[in-house]
C-alpha cells in the first residue's frame, strides 16, 4: 500500500488543482512562459550524452529536450515547484518566506553488476522529470528568496580519456544549449557553489540520497553546517502525478506498443510452449516497434502459476489447455506501460476458463467506468471487493447464505492485491501520493482486478482449481468523454482474444 497524505502533499494537490493540463501557466503565481521567447543555443555539432536535434532527428525535435518534451515543458515544471516551495514558506513562517531557498537533486550513479561491467543506466526520474538530463553524475540546484526559481545544472566535464571507453558527455556547452538553462557547471563544482549560494532553507531528500558519493562530497557538508531539509518528494510526486498533454501522448505511444505486442504474443502461442519463449516474444515486439526496453520484468505464468502474483522465473512450460498470464509493459522515453492480459495457450477457453475470465472481465469494465475525477483509488478497489463478492456467490467459489462481511473476506482472499496504482515514468509511480486522494484530470492510473484459486484449494468447485486471471488496462482521467484508455488494443474479450490467438 502507498503511504497516506502528508500535509504537504495536501497542499500540493490543492495548489495543483489550479492546473490542467494542457495549460503553459503556473499556478500558484501569474508566471507565464512564451515559447520560444529566450534566445536559444546553438547545439554543438557533435554526439552529446544523451539524444539531440542534431544527432538523432528521427526521434527529437529543435527545441526539445527529450523526445516530445520541450524546454519550455521542463521550465514549466521547475517553476511549478518553486511556487508549490514558496506556499510552504508562507506556512513555515516570516522568516522562511524571506530566505533563500535552496532545492538540490543528484542523478543515479552508473552502478555495476560486476567489476567493471555497468548495469543499462536508468537516471533518477525526479531528476530527470526536472532537467531531462540523462547522463549520471549530475546535479541540478534551484535557488531564489523565497521562490527558488533559479536553476543551475551541474554535469560531468568532458574526458576525453573516459568518453573514449564510456561515451561522448555532452560538457557545459552542450547541457546549456540541450536544456535551456543558461548556468551549467562541472560537478566537481557543486559543493563550491552550494556553500556560495549561502542558503537557510534547503530542499533535499537526505534519507536514501540518489547518488552516495556526490551526496557525500558536495551535500554532507552543507547538511552538517545547516538545519535539517525539508523533503522534496511529496511535492515533485503531486507534480509528476498529473501528466501534460504531451506526456499522456507518450504514454498512448507506450501503451500501443505494448497492446500490439500482447496481439502479437498471443498469435504465437500454440500448444505446450514454454514461458521463456512467450517472454522473448514480447520483449522483442515491444523492442522492435519503438520501445526503449521493457518496464519490468514480465510476469509470464503458466497454469496454477499465474497465482503466484510476483513470478518472475518464466521458465517452466505451459501445457495445452493452461492459461497464460502475462503482466507486462515498455518505456517509451521516460513513460511506461503496464498492461496484464490472460489468455488459453491453445487459442480455445474452456467452460470453466470463460466463466472466470467472464467474471473477472465484468468486475474490471465495471472499475473503468468509475474513472472519472473525484473518485479515488481507494474507492474503486472498495468496489471492486464488492463487486468481485458477488461474482464469487455466483459462481458458488462462495456459499450463497454467506453473510455480506464473509463475502468481502473472500473477495480479498481471492484478490489480494488492490485494484490499481499511479503509472507515468515509473510503473508504481509517485509512491508519495495517498490512494485516497481524489483523481484530477490528467492523472494516469492501472485498474487490475483479478481472481486467483489455487489448485490445492478444496474448498471451491473443482472446475476452477489452478486458474488465476488478471485483467489490466493503463488509464488517465479526463474531464469529459470518460477516460481515456492507453491499453485499448490490446485483445480483451473472449471473442477478441480467441481471434488474435488464431491469426498466423
Same mark, same amino acid.
Given at each position: 500500500?502507498?503511504?497516506?497524505?502528508?500535509?504537504?502533499?495536501?497542499?500540493?494537490?490543492? =495548489?495543483?488543482?489550479?492546473?490542467?493540463?494542457?495549460?503553459?501557466?503556473?499556478?500558484?503565481?501569474?508566471?507565464?512562459?512564451?515559447?520560444?521567447?529566450?534566445?536559444?543555443?546553438?547545439?554543438?555539432?557533435?554526439?552529446?550524452?544523451?539524444?539531440?536535434?542534431?544527432?538523432?532527428?528521427?526521434?527529437?525535435?529543435?527545441?526539445?529536450?527529450?523526445?516530445?518534451?520541450?524546454?519550455?515543458?521542463?521550465?514549466?515544471?521547475?517553476?511549478? =515547484? *518553486?511556487?508549490?516551495?514558496?506556499?510552504? &514558506?508562507?506556512?513555515?513562517?516570516?522568516?522562511?518566506?524571506?530566505?533563500?531557498?535552496?532545492?538540490?537533486?543528484?542523478?543515479?550513479?552508473?552502478?555495476?553488476?560486476?567489476?567493471?561491467?555497468?548495469?543499462?543506466?536508468?537516471?533518477?526520474?525526479?531528476?530527470?522529470?526536472?532537467?531531462?538530463?540523462?547522463?549520471?553524475? $549530475?546535479? =541540478?540546484?534551484?535557488?531564489?528568496?523565497?521562490?527558488?526559481?533559479? &536553476?543551475?545544472?551541474?554535469?560531468?566535464?568532458?574526458?576525453?580519456?573516459?568518453?573514449?571507453?564510456?561515451?561522448?558527455?555532452?560538457?557545459?556547452?552542450?547541457?546549456?544549449?540541450?536544456?535551456?538553462?543558461?548556468?551549467?557547471?562541472?560537478?566537481?563544482?557543486?559543493?563550491?557553489?552550494?556553500? $556560495?549560494?549561502?542558503?537557510? +532553507?534547503?530542499?533535499?531528500?537526505?534519507?536514501?540520497?540518489?547518488?552516495?558519493?556526490?551526496?557525500? /562530497?558536495?551535500?554532507?557538508?552543507?547538511?552538517?553546517?545547516?538545519?535539517?531539509?525539508?523533503?522534496?518528494?511529496?511535492?515533485?510526486? $503531486?507534480?509528476?502525478?498529473?501528466?501534460?498533454?504531451?506526456?499522456?501522448?507518450?504514454?498512448?505511444?507506450?501503451?500501443?506498443?505494448?497492446?500490439?505486442?500482447?496481439?502479437?504474443?498471443? &498469435?504465437?502461442?500454440?500448444?505446450?510452449?514454454?514461458?521463456?519463449?512467450?517472454?522473448?516474444?514480447?520483449?522483442?515486439?515491444?523492442?522492435?516497434?519503438?520501445?526503449?526496453?521493457?518496464?519490468?520484468?514480465?510476469? !509470464?505464468?503458466?497454469?496454477?502459476? *499465474?497465482?503466484?502474483?510476483?513470478?518472475?522465473?518464466?521458465?517452466?512450460?505451459?501445457?495445452?489447455?493452461?492459461? !497464460?498470464?502475462?503482466?507486462?509493459?515498455?518505456?517509451?522515453?521516460?513513460?511506461?506501460?503496464?498492461?496484464?492480459?490472460?489468455?488459453?495457450?491453445?487459442?480455445?477457453?474452456?467452460?470453466?476458463? &470463460?466463466?472466470?475470465? %467472464?467474471?473477472?472481465? %465484468? +468486475?474490471?469494465?465495471?472499475?473503468?467506468?468509475?474513472?472519472?475525477?473525484?473518485? $479515488?483509488?481507494?474507492?474503486?478497489?472498495?468496489?471492486?471487493?464488492?463487486?468481485?463478492?458477488?461474482?464469487?456467490?455466483?459462481?458458488?467459489?462462495?456459499?450463497?447464505?454467506?453473510?455480506?462481511?464473509?463475502?468481502?473476506?473472500?473477495?480479498?482472499?481471492?484478490?489480494?492485491?488492490?485494484?490499481?496504482?499511479?503509472?507515468?515514468?515509473?510503473?508504481?509511480?509517485?509512491?508519495?501520493?495517498?490512494?485516497?486522494?481524489?483523481?484530477?484530470?490528467?492523472?494516469?492510473?492501472?485498474?487490475?482486478?483479478?481472481?486467483?484459486?489455487?489448485?490445492?484449494?478444496?474448498?471451491?468447485?473443482?472446475?476452477?482449481?489452478?486458474?488465476?486471471?488478471?485483467?489490466?488496462?493503463?488509464?488517465?482521467?479526463?474531464?469529459?468523454?470518460?477516460?481515456?484508455?492507453?491499453?485499448?488494443?490490446?485483445?480483451?474479450?473472449?471473442?477478441?482474444?480467441?481471434? /488474435?490467438? *488464431?491469426?498466423?
Amino acid at each position: 500500500m502507498l503511504p497516506s497524505n502528508s500535509s504537504m502533499v495536501r497542499s500540493a494537490a490543492r =495548489l495543483l488543482r489550479t492546473w490542467r493540463p494542457r495549460c503553459v501557466w503556473c499556478p500558484c503565481r501569474n508566471i507565464s512562459l512564451k515559447p520560444g521567447g529566450s534566445r536559444p543555443k546553438t547545439l554543438p555539432q557533435r554526439y552529446l550524452g544523451q539524444p539531440s536535434p542534431f544527432t538523432h532527428p528521427h526521434l527529437i525535435k529543435h527545441g526539445e529536450v527529450t523526445p516530445g518534451l520541450t524546454q519550455t515543458e521542463f521550465e514549466l515544471r521547475r517553476l511549478r =515547484l *518553486a511556487s508549490l516551495i514558496e506556499a510552504q &514558506a508562507d506556512r513555515l513562517g516570516p522568516s522562511a518566506s524571506s530566505s533563500t531557498h535552496i532545492v538540490v537533486l543528484l542523478s543515479h550513479p552508473t552502478r555495476y553488476m560486476t567489476n567493471d561491467i555497468p548495469y543499462p543506466f536508468h537516471q533518477n526520474q525526479d531528476f530527470l522529470y526536472l532537467s531531462g538530463i540523462l547522463e549520471p553524475d $549530475s546535479a =541540478l540546484v534551484m535557488y531564489g528568496t523565497g521562490r527558488p526559481d533559479q &536553476a543551475i545544472l551541474f554535469v560531468p566535464r568532458r574526458d576525453p580519456s573516459r568518453e573514449l571507453w564510456d561515451g561522448p558527455r555532452s560538457g557545459k556547452d552542450g547541457a546549456a544549449a540541450l536544456t535551456g538553462i543558461e548556468r551549467v557547471h562541472c560537478t566537481e563544482e557543486l559543493g563550491l557553489v552550494l556553500k $556560495s549560494l549561502k542558503g537557510t +532553507v534547503l530542499w533535499y531528500d537526505s534519507s536514501q540520497p540518489a547518488h552516495p558519493r556526490l551526496h557525500q /562530497a558536495h551535500v554532507g557538508p552543507l547538511l552538517d553546517e545547516g538545519p535539517m531539509p525539508h523533503s522534496l518528494r511529496p511535492l515533485i510526486h $503531486s507534480l509528476r502525478a498529473v501528466k501534460s498533454s504531451a506526456e499522456v501522448a507518450l504514454m498512448q505511444e507506450a501503451g500501443h506498443i505494448s497492446a500490439q505486442a500482447f496481439r502479437r504474443t498471443m &498469435a504465437m502461442c500454440r500448444g505446450d510452449v514454454d514461458e521463456a519463449v512467450i517472454f522473448a516474444k514480447f520483449d522483442f515486439e515491444n523492442r522492435i516497434h519503438g520501445a526503449n526496453f521493457l518496464a519490468y520484468p514480465p510476469v !509470464v505464468a503458466g497454469g496454477n502459476r *499465474a497465482n503466484t502474483l510476483h513470478y518472475i522465473n518464466n521458465n517452466q512450460i505451459i501445457k495445452d489447455g493452461e492459461m !497464460v498470464l502475462l503482466d507486462g509493459g515498455c518505456e517509451y522515453f521516460g513513460y511506461v506501460s503496464d498492461i496484464t492480459r490472460t489468455w488459453p495457450v491453445n487459442g480455445k477457453f474452456s467452460p470453466a476458463q &470463460a466463466e472466470l475470465y %467472464e467474471a473477472v472481465l %465484468e +468486475v474490471q469494465l465495471s472499475c473503468l467506468s468509475m474513472c472519472s475525477p473525484g473518485v $479515488s483509488l481507494d474507492h474503486i478497489y472498495s468496489s471492486m471487493l464488492a463487486l468481485l463478492g458477488r461474482q464469487l456467490r455466483r459462481l458458488g467459489v462462495v456459499n450463497a447464505s454467506s453473510s455480506e462481511a464473509d463475502v468481502l473476506k473472500a473477495a480479498r482472499r481471492y484478490c489480494p492485491h488492490h485494484i490499481g496504482h499511479y503509472l507515468g515514468m515509473d510503473v508504481h509511480d509517485t509512491p508519495e501520493l495517498s490512494r485516497s486522494q481524489p483523481l484530477q484530470p490528467g492523472m494516469a492510473i492501472t485498474i487490475e482486478p483479478g481472481l486467483y484459486i489455487a489448485e490445492d484449494n478444496d474448498q471451491v468447485p473443482k472446475r476452477f482449481r489452478g486458474l488465476g486471471i488478471r485483467i489490466e488496462d493503463d488509464v488517465v482521467i479526463r474531464d469529459k468523454g470518460g477516460a481515456l484508455i492507453l491499453s485499448s488494443d490490446a485483445p480483451k474479450t473472449i471473442a477478441d482474444v480467441e481471434k /488474435a490467438c *488464431a491469426q498466423r
